[in-house]
């Protein structure tokens, strides 16, 4: 899906359990201490990443999901 496709843990943010409020609290409270530097770095991989998708790449990938 679009999570796995467009997050790298770590990189450009962070995976949580749905529909728990203490992994959603648990990632806020990480975002919240990193600083502006990584912040903006995590920006720029979210960037980089949306980059490479193009329609074309991204319905193979829809194709490929509903084979």
């Not at 919240?32 to 193979?60: C, F, H, V, Y």
């Amino acid at each position: 899906g679009a999570a796995t496709t467009f997050l790298q843990e770590g990189e450009n943010g962070y995976f949580f359990k749905p529909k728990s409020v203490q992994a959603i609290v648990d990632v806020l409270q990480k975002i919240a201490d990193l600083d502006n530097d990584r912040l903006k770095a995590m920006g720029e991989k979210s960037a980089q990443i949306a980059e490479t998708i193009t329609p074309a790449k991204w319905a193979d990938q829809v194709m490929n999901y509903l084979k």
